[in-house]
């Protein structure tokens, strides 16, 4: 698929210098012409190096610009978060931050997804999850697979508060961490599946733990899954889309009442 194999062919160092000497001589020829005194030998030279560092204020804004156009092109061609981070020298995160919603800054479908339809309605996710961090990364996943309208909880009663709030929307999906303060998961779980206006929204523990009591536990009070959060964060991102790809793209789903 095209982008999927591109590797940049020179080391960060290399491709800085380059980009260096470059910019260098673009910033000194634009000054000369948009500053026809600066080689003018009787400007002082204060004058001169403000002039040259506003005409690099004008060019950083504009490779700024270029750069969010070039992102927007690799999204098209079916880049994500991480692809586009790497080949900027940042994060995923620091590229969502920077240039937010951008997979969905057109219409066209990233090829990373070739086969996804868009759905009559953004989905609903209940996320009851009390750790920031991983909260973030797993709305950054959903959030690259389409329009998730996504609702972070951080215990099991802050959960049911939300959920029989009258006139709350009824979620698509809750996705549930285990170890929580106040209500934990394990708690929470077993209320949903007991409560028969709840019982049947597709509940998928995802949490740190592996070990057999409780994933025993989360199954026998009918959780719809149990996936173990991976180490690796890209690990961890395939595992939420994942997850949000079969509950939310390829299971049927009940008739909104």
């Known amino acids: 698929m095209p982008g999927k194999n591109f590797v940049l062919r020179t080391t960060p160092p290399e491709t ?18 948009l500053q026809k005194d600066l080689a003018d030998p009787a400007v002082d030279g204060r004058a001169r190096a403000l002039s040259r560092l506003h005409v ?4 950083q804004q504009a490779a700024g610009r270029l750069q969010r156009d070039a992102a927007v092109d690799a999204a098209r061609a079916g880049a994500g978060y991480p692809q586009i981070g790497r080949a900027c020298g940042m994060t995923r995160q620091g590229a969502r931050r920077r240039w937010p919603g951008l997979l969905n800054h057109t219409d066209d479908a990233p090829t990373e997804h070739p086969m996804m ?9 209940l996320l009851v999850e009390d750790d920031a961090a991983d909260a973030m990364l797993i709305e950054e996943a959903l959030s690259e697979r389409g329009t998730r309208n996504l609702v972070q909880v951080t215990d099991g009663l802050a959960a049911l508060e939300h959920l029989r709030a009258p006139g709350s929307v009824r979620p698509d999906l809750i996705v549930l961490d285990l170890n929580m303060p106040r209500m934990n998961g394990r708690d929470l779980l077993r209320v949903l599946k007991s409560d028969e206006t709840l019982q049947t929204i597709p509940v998928v523990v995802l949490t740190t733990s592996s070990a057999p009591d409780d994933v025993v536990g989360a199954y026998s009070s009918h959780a719809n ?3 173990t959060k991976p180490v690796n964060l890209e690990e961890f991102e395939r595992a939420v889309q994942s997850i949000d790809s079969f509950y939310l793209d390829t299971a049927t789903h009940l008739p909104r009442a």
């Open 16 to 33: 800085a210098a380059v980009a260096d000497a470059a910019v260098s001589d673009l910033a000194r020829r634009l000054a000369l012409h």
């Open 117 to 125: 339809t868009g759905p009559d309605r953004p989905f609903d996710v």
């Open 225 to 227: 899954a149990y996936v």
């Open 56 to 59: 690099l204020e004008q060019l």
